[in-house]
């Protein structure tokens, strides 16, 4: 399907899709130019455009981030049958009060001397575009996938759409 929606449309389409999801996979480039994924915290906040994560500094995925900004976010939400992923550009950001709106106790457990801890770092995703699929459910899946075998016609398995949040 292509682009069809304003940016404000698929602003809000992503955030829709995203919401509620706790975790994602972050993608970045390492040193020997291989793709590295690891789950990161995404934090609760409506999205906008920009996504927003707190690491550490001396962690892999935050050296990445310094050397090379492009990066590749995967969102999974299996029991709607909704998968988005999303580009962008990550950036270390020092900003004391945005740090405080996004933080939470929770970062404790990797931070101990809390959200001044030397370590923690803000870590922002502007994004460029996100590639959507969206289906009915589980159980709609399912049966498409039955008719579409008793029939022989290739199954209805939701929507995919390609948006750009720029």
């Not at 969206?134 to 209805?156: I, M, P, R, V």
Request: aromatic content about 8%; some cysteine.
């Amino acid at each position: 399907m292509s682009n069809d929606l304003t940016r404000e449309q698929a602003i809000q389409k992503v955030a829709e899709l995203i919401r509620g999801i706790k975790f994602c996979m972050l993608v970045t480039q390492t040193d020997e130019g291989h793709l590295h994924s690891r789950p990161v915290t995404t934090q609760d906040q409506e999205f906008d455009g920009d996504l927003w994560f707190i690491g550490g500094k001396d962690s892999e995925w935050v050296q990445d981030i310094s050397k090379r900004e492009q990066i590749n976010l995967a969102y999974s939400q299996p029991d709607g049958q909704n998968y988005v992923s999303i580009t962008g550009r990550a950036s270390l950001v020092e900003d004391r009060t945005k740090l405080e709106e996004v933080w939470s106790d929770f970062y404790k457990a990797y931070f101990p001397e809390g959200i001044d801890d030397p370590n923690v770092q803000l870590v922002r995703v502007e994004t460029h575009g996100a590639e959507l699929w969206e289906s009915s459910g589980k159980l709609a899946s399912a049966f498409q996938t039955a008719k579409g075998l008793l029939t022989g016609n290739q199954a209805d398995m939701g929507t995919n759409q390609s948006v750009a949040l720029e």
